[in-house]
């Protein structure tokens, strides 16, 4: 069974950096794409990091390109979404969800299919 479990979620100010984790079982990271998704209230999920499991490669939207990182340690199972230079507007729910062998902008732009998800950790960037 795919499980994801999300931490490192809080309250940082911005232009601060935090590093979220996410620990996966059940799979194999080169069979899947991984990413991170973010819902802030009222607004729609948003696809902020993509990496292929099976060579690493990465996608990530204009609105957090430069800024986040997403990055993994495969013989600990875990992926980790690196944010750097936060804002206030970063400030969301912010979801793990690993996905059988689709492709980065297909996860990325919200239309994966099959997709598992974590439960979610809480994000807060002050001004």
């Known amino acids: 069974e795919v499980q994801l479990v999300e931490s490192g979620g809080g309250l940082v100010q911005a232009g601060g950096s935090l590093r979220l984790s996410c620990a996966a079982s059940?799979?194999?990271?080169?069979?899947?794409?991984i990413a991170w998704f973010r819902q802030a209230p009222g607004k729609e999920r948003e696809g902020v990091s993509c990496?292929?499991?099976?060579?690493?490669?990465?996608y990530y939207p204009v609105s957090v390109k430069g800024r986040f990182t997403i990055s993994s340690d495969n013989a600990r199972s875990i992926v980790y979404l690196q944010m750097n230079n936060v804002k206030p507007e970063d400030s969301a729910v912010y979801y793990c969800?690993?996905?059988?062998?689709?492709?980065?902008?297909?996860?990325?732009?919200?239309?994966?299919?099959?997709?598992?998800w974590g439960q979610g950790t809480q994000v807060t960037v002050s001004s």
């Open positions: 059940g799979f194999r990271f080169r069979d899947y794409t």
């Open positions: 969800a690993a996905f059988p062998k689709q492709d980065l902008a297909t996860v990325c732009s919200g239309n994966g299919k099959f997709g598992t």
């Open positions: 990496m292929m499991g099976r060579d690493g490669s990465a």
